[in-house]
């Protein structure tokens, strides 16, 4: 079974601070991607980064960075100097190649960047 | 591109009535997807298509989903008759499929809050 985790409901960075938000995911597929989404309050979900699971080098777009440890199954994302507008729901999804389109996500962490 | 396009952006209705939410996906994409979001189950995949063909409708709750894809360009999510646990957010996405497709992500719509009362 395909399964993705995230384990922080919640969690709370000081403004110009790193984070990172935790994912690990389950799956027997050799082939998969791996996918952070971000939902601002106003409801939309904006495509953040992609991992693949060949990708020998880390993804990362601008100040998002994909933290890959493929042997612990962890996709962690990690978010450099933090902004207020990075306050948001983050989610991690995965696809896997025999069900290829089938986009899993976790539950979900609740990030709140302070002033 | 005006990207995933969802209608209506908001829906009360009464319970026991006929709800049809409409998506108009990213052209090009060959796959859509129907998603339902509430606090207490988070984002669920209800049903996805195919160049227009159900693949996958494990997710839907129960008989009074339905959903229908007459063409590449439209697609309708409809609950009948609709109670007041079905109130929730329901996200409509789209994406190509390159080689595995596991490299192209899905384009969500903003979504159709739904209220049931």
């Known amino acids: 079974a395909q399964k993705i985790t995230q384990t922080q409901p919640g969690m709370f960075v000081q403004e110009k601070e790193a984070v990172t938000l935790d994912c690990t995911y389950d799956t027997s597929d050799q082939s998969y991607g791996l996918f952070w989404y971000k939902q601002p309050s106003s409801g939309e979900m904006i495509f953040l980064i992609y991992?693949?699971?060949?990708?020998?080098q880390n993804a990362t777009e601008g100040r998002y960075s994909l933290n890959f440890q493929k042997a612990r199954k962890s996709a962690n994302l990690v978010i450099s100097a933090s902004q207020l507008g990075d306050s948001a729901m983050y989610f991690c999804?995965?696809?896997?190649?025999?069900?290829?389109?089938?986009?899993?996500f976790g539950s979900g962490t609740k990030l709140n960047v302070k002033p | 591109d005006a990207g995933v396009i969802q209608s209506p952006r908001h829906e009360v209705t009464e319970m026991g009535q006929e709800v049809t939410l409409r998506c108009k996906p990213i052209s090009g994409h060959d796959y859509l997807f129907w998603y339902r979001q509430t606090m207490m189950r988070g984002l669920e995949l209800l049903i996805y298509f195919n160049n227009n063909v159900p693949i996958d409708d494990s997710g839907m709750p129960e008989d009074r989903f339905s959903a229908k894809m007459p063409n590449a360009s439209f697609s309708t999510l409809k609950i009948q008759p609709s109670e007041p646990r079905d109130s929730a957010v329901y996200f409509c996405?789209?994406?190509?499929?390159?080689?595995?497709?596991?490299?192209?992500?899905?384009?969500f719509g903003q979504g159709t809050r739904l209220t049931v009362v």
């Open positions: 996405a789209s994406s190509t499929g390159r080689g595995f497709g596991m490299n192209t992500e899905a384009f």
């Open positions: 999804a995965m696809r896997v190649s025999y069900n290829f389109n089938k986009f899993y």
């Open positions: 991992q693949g699971s060949y990708d020998e």
